[in-house]
């Protein structure tokens, strides 16, 4: 059962920006890092994003992360068709002492 | 390069055991915890707990206590997952997953590519 909160699905045409918001509670995202995950068809989830804002190397900066009080924001900006994948937040639950994911969005270019 | 390698595809009857295994390469296996995340057909992620690959501790989060089980064999820096009992709800893609640090970090660096496991009579 996901715990954080994102929109089902979003969508933009190449060249746009889109952002996906991860909505939780003072024990998950308000205590706690953010941590975003890109799940493409047939191949192991990605971190995209960990603590907040932090791109891993190798990731390119169209990827941008972050946070405010209970609710985290994933923004792609020149949206590319290799961009069209499944995106999931992340945090530590501090009440469940345990980590909790998204709900997940599916972002398609169109 | 980091790797995570998981077993093959599962097709296990209803009450039968499963074990996936996680094999590790390209860094100190004890230097990062291993997570277990699962997602069912259709639906998100969801984390199942983790062990300690130093002290060999795992940890499962509610909803995967009693029929998950958690082991390692250090020797070939290999993680598994244990279900016994199996049922039809079991049904999934089993991820592990390498936190950043050992104990947990809480940031899930590396997955591997999943074992689908499906429980069908």
């Known amino acids: 059962q996901s715990v954080l909160t994102q929109p089902p699905s979003a969508s933009g045409t190449p060249g746009q920006r889109v952002t996906i918001s991860c909505s939780g509670t003072t024990s998950n995202i308000g205590r706690n890092f953010v941590n975003w995950y890109q799940v493409l068809p047939g191949t192991a989830p990605k971190l995209l994003i960990f603590s907040n804002f932090q791109r891993p190397s190798g990731v390119p900066d169209r990827f941008s992360g972050s946070k405010s009080g209970t609710s985290a924001s994933l923004a792609i900006s020149g949206l590319q068709s290799e961009d069209e994948a499944d995106y999931y937040c992340g945090a530590w639950d501090d009440s469940l002492n345990g980590n909790v994911f998204g709900t997940g969005t599916k972002v398609t270019v169109l | 390069q980091v790797q995570l390698v998981q077993s093959g595809s599962e097709l296990k009857k209803p009450g039968a055991s499963v074990k996936v295994s996680c094999k590790a390469s390209g860094y100190t296996f004890s230097r990062h915890a291993m997570n277990w995340v699962r997602q069912a057909p259709g639906q998100g992620l969801e984390w199942m707990g983790w062990?300690?690959?130093?002290?060999?501790?795992?940890a499962y989060a509610q909803g995967f206590t009693g029929r998950f089980v958690f082991s390692l064999d250090t020797s070939v820096s290999t993680a598994y997952l244990q279900i016994t009992s199996l049922k039809a709800e079991d049904t999934a893609v089993y991820y592990c997953a390498r936190d950043l640090g050992n104990p947990l970090a809480g940031i899930i660096d590396y997955w591997g590519l999943g074992t689908l496991v499906t429980v069908s009579s």
């Open positions: 062990i300690n690959t130093n002290t060999g501790n795992p």
